[in-house]
């Protein structure tokens, strides 16, 4: 099982509606990402909170809103989003300035907007 | 040209071949390199992590890394059913840099019994 927990697995949603994504890592990693996976493409990063500090895609909406709470939370809020933002969503978390590039990965919250 | 490319498959084996899944990349200063795999519906995991030229091996896993050519491949030795799934590979600048994790398309892999 996946150290990096994500809720909920399931999420349908109106384009009018609020809704959050969480995420939740106890390795202490002490960065955590966001990334947006549609069906048969590689995942893309949206955010990235390292040290409690964050890091924007420039080319991520303002409909997608991160909050890191502390090291070992992350949510995204999500407001007025699109049907093409329907996606799965992943949460991953690395163990910081050592080995970038070894993420662990959350099962992602398949979003569904309608 | 995309940083990391490989080729999407969809690659059907039958069990206990020899898989071989490979990828190229561009833009070659100071790489580390990895590889996923991701089943359906869930999230990728790590299965390799280099950063030398040639090879590492886990298991049944050979991750092998030709920086003069700019080819990484993994080799899944006596392929079972359950390495069914979509593998990734990715790589990222050898300087911290969190947001340039860099993964290529993905390979789709069906290993048939």
């Known amino acids: 099982d996946t150290e990096v927990t994500q809720t909920p697995k399931h999420l349908v949603m109106g384009m009018t509606n609020k809704k959050s994504l969480k995420c939740e890592q106890h390795m202490g990693h002490r960065a955590m990402y966001w990334y947006k996976q549609k069906a048969k493409k590689p995942p893309e990063l949206m955010f990235v909170?390292?040290?409690?500090?964050?890091?924007i895609n420039e080319s991520v909406p303002s409909r997608f809103s991160p909050e890191c709470p502390n090291s070992s939370l992350l949510n995204l809020h999500l407001h007025a989003l699109q049907p093409e933002d329907s996606a799965l969503y992943l949460c991953?978390?690395?163990?910081?300035?050592?080995?970038?590039?070894?993420?662990?990965f959350g099962e992602g919250s398949r979003l569904t907007v309608l | 040209q995309k940083e990391v490319e490989q080729d999407p498959g969809p690659l059907s084996v039958p069990e206990g071949a020899i898989v071989s899944l490979n990828c190229t990349y561009s833009?070659?200063?100071?790489?580390?390199f990895m590889w996923y795999r991701q089943y359906s519906r869930k999230g990728p995991e790590l299965l390799m992590y280099?950063?030398?030229?040639g090879n590492k091996e886990d298991g049944r896993f050979t991750a092998q890394v030709d920086k003069s050519s700019k080819y990484i491949s993994l080799f899944i030795r006596d392929s079972q059913p359950s390495d069914s799934a979509t593998y990734l590979c990715a790589k990222y600048p050898m300087k911290t840099s969190y947001d340039k994790v860099i993964f290529g398309p993905g390979t789709s892999l069906s290993v048939i019994p």
């Open positions: 991953a978390s690395s163990l910081g300035t050592l080995r970038v590039g070894e993420l662990f």
């Open positions: 909170y390292s040290y409690e500090k964050l890091s």
């Open positions: 280099t950063y030398s030229s």
């Open positions: 833009n070659s200063a100071f790489q580390y």
